[in-house]
Each structure stands twice: as structure tokens, then as C-alpha cells.
């Protein structure tokens, strides 16, 4: 698990700017400069690292969306990231930190768009995985729901993105094939078959790694790529 030694291990928050940089700041003890607290943190962290430490401020936040931090939410948390039991404590400090302070979200969905402006399937990723972890207490409260629509708008998705997203999270036999397609129904096969080939391309693991996706958290982009292409062969027996 090298993402959580380099992360948690040293002391990247002296070298993160805007409000990733201040929270780690905080936690460490450090005082950010006021050039760094402006500025981005791209050059100073690998992409890796700022996938993962996006995903546990994030989810800290999601998790109090609806009032309540649920015990399945938290379980999900530890899970997806596959947070190794050396390094719970320290996640766990950074987690309940930016749980309980007052900043919202939206300055952090704004840092990490700016970071990965340009790869809106990475951003996608994230998304994905926020629906995971507002899914493992079973419901996705209206809350939680509108949080997560607020930052993928704030990645710069549109609803037909976060809707296919979202419906590509059901089972085969349940989702609609057109959503997870971002298609429509009167649209000619080949243009269908343009889309797919596109999602594909976007989603497959090996690209999303070297984008910055850590392989602790591409499952999740596996099940979107078993949903495009089932999705594909739904379409293909729809239209025939």
C-alpha cells in the first residue's frame, strides 16, 4: 500500500496550497504559507495520493450530508480505499477532521477539478465512488444525493453523465442500457456503438491508472465497464 506511507507518513501538507493543504496543515501542526494556500497541489503530490486523500475528505463530508454518520458508511470507507490497519488511526485523524470542520465541500470539489481538469473520466471515478459509499447503509438519502450531483457539476459533468454514472451502479438485469450509454433510444446503432467505444476507453483500468487512479480503488471502475458493455449487448439485441 505505498499511496499510504507516502501519504499519511510525510508531511505533504506543508507542500499542498488551497484547502487540502490547510487541513493536512492543521492535523500536522503547520502553518501553510500564504503562497501555498492559494495555489494548487499538483506539482507537489503524486496523482495517486491526491486520488485518495480527495476520496476521504469527500466521503467525510457525504457522510454527515444527511445529519447522521452511519457505521456501514464508515465500514465502506475503510473497505474501498483498502485502508490497511496500520494506517487507520492516522486516515482516521484526517477523516474526522475534515468531518468536523466547518468548511464545506464545495472548496474542495473545486481543488480536485482543478487538479484533474482534463480527465473528466477520473473525476467520474470519483463520483462512482462517492454512490458506493452514500449506498452501503442501503439508502441514498436525498442529501447525500444532492451532494453528489453539487460535485460532479462542480467537476463539470452534466445530468446525463451523473445519471448514466448512477445507473450503471444497478445490476444487469435492472439497469436501463440507454442511461449507461448516455444515449437514446431513436439514436442509430452506430452512433450507440461510437458512445460505447468511447465509455470504454474512459473507464478502462489501465488508462484510469496511469491518470492517477490508485488499483486500491478500481473496482469500482470494473463494475462500470461490466455495465457498459452489458449495456452494449442489451442494445445490440434491442436493435437487431
Same mark, same amino acid.
Given at each position: 500500500?505505498?499511496?499510504?506511507?507516502?501519504?499519511? #507518513?510525510?508531511?505533504? #501538507?506543508?507542500? =499542498?496550497?488551497?484547502?487540502?493543504?490547510?487541513?493536512?496543515?492543521?492535523? /500536522?501542526? #503547520?502553518?501553510?504559507? %500564504?503562497?501555498?494556500?492559494?495555489?494548487?497541489?499538483?506539482? *507537489?503530490?503524486?496523482?495517486?495520493?491526491? *486520488?485518495? =486523500?480527495?476520496?476521504?475528505?469527500?466521503?467525510?463530508?457525504? @457522510?454527515?450530508?444527511?445529519?447522521?454518520?452511519? %457505521?456501514?458508511?464508515?465500514?465502506?470507507?475503510?473497505? $474501498?480505499? $483498502?485502508?490497511?490497519?496500520?494506517?487507520?488511526?492516522?486516515?482516521?485523524?484526517? *477523516?474526522?477532521?475534515?468531518?468536523?470542520? @466547518?468548511?464545506? !465541500?464545495?472548496?474542495?470539489?473545486?481543488? /480536485?477539478?482543478?487538479?484533474?481538469?482534463?480527465? =473528466? +473520466?477520473?473525476?467520474?471515478?470519483?463520483?462512482?465512488?462517492?454512490? !458506493? /459509499?452514500?449506498?452501503?447503509?442501503?439508502?441514498?438519502?436525498?442529501?447525500?444525493?444532492?451532494?453528489?450531483?453539487?460535485?460532479?457539476?462542480?467537476?463539470?459533468? +452534466?445530468?446525463?453523465?451523473?445519471?448514466? /454514472? %448512477?445507473?450503471?451502479?444497478?445490476?444487469?438485469?435492472?439497469? +436501463?442500457?440507454?442511461?449507461?450509454?448516455?444515449?437514446?433510444?431513436?439514436?442509430?446503432?452506430?452512433?450507440? %456503438?461510437?458512445? !460505447?467505444?468511447?465509455?470504454?476507453?474512459?473507464?478502462?483500468?489501465?488508462?484510469?491508472?496511469?491518470?492517477?487512479?490508485?488499483?486500491?480503488?478500481?473496482?469500482?471502475?470494473?463494475?462500470?465497464?461490466?455495465?457498459?458493455?452489458?449495456?452494449? @449487448?442489451?442494445?445490440?439485441?434491442?436493435?437487431?
Amino acid at each position: 500500500m505505498a499511496i499510504w506511507g507516502s501519504l499519511i #507518513g510525510g508531511m505533504i #501538507g506543508f507542500s =499542498l496550497g488551497g484547502p487540502f493543504g490547510m487541513l493536512l496543515g492543521s492535523l /500536522i501542526g #503547520g502553518k501553510m504559507s %500564504r503562497s501555498r494556500s492559494g495555489g494548487g497541489f499538483r506539482s *507537489f503530490a503524486q496523482p495517486q495520493q491526491i *486520488f485518495a =486523500l480527495s476520496l476521504i475528505v469527500l466521503s467525510a463530508k457525504l @457522510s454527515k450530508a444527511d445529519g447522521q454518520v452511519s %457505521r456501514e458508511e464508515l465500514i465502506a470507507v475503510k473497505d $474501498k480505499l $483498502k485502508i490497511p490497519e496500520n494506517e487507520l488511526d492516522q486516515v482516521g485523524k484526517i *477523516f474526522n477532521k475534515a468531518k468536523e470542520e @466547518s468548511t464545506g !465541500y464545495e472548496p474542495y470539489a473545486r481543488q /480536485i477539478a482543478d487538479v484533474y481538469k482534463g480527465n =473528466l +473520466n477520473v473525476l467520474e471515478e470519483v463520483i462512482n465512488t462517492l454512490f !458506493y /459509499i452514500a449506498e452501503s447503509d442501503g439508502h441514498v438519502s436525498d442529501k447525500e444525493l444532492e451532494m453528489i450531483q453539487d460535485i460532479a457539476r462542480i467537476f463539470g459533468l +452534466n445530468d446525463i453523465q451523473i445519471n448514466g /454514472i %448512477r445507473e450503471s451502479r444497478k445490476s444487469s438485469d435492472k439497469l +436501463n442500457p440507454y442511461i449507461v450509454l448516455e444515449s437514446k433510444p431513436e439514436d442509430s446503432l452506430e452512433t450507440i %456503438r461510437k458512445r !460505447y467505444l468511447k465509455l470504454s476507453k474512459e473507464h478502462h483500468p489501465d488508462l484510469l491508472m496511469s491518470k492517477g487512479v490508485p488499483q486500491e480503488v478500481l473496482d469500482e471502475s470494473k463494475a462500470k465497464m461490466r455495465a457498459v458493455n452489458s449495456a452494449w @449487448s442489451q442494445i445490440q439485441k434491442l436493435k437487431n
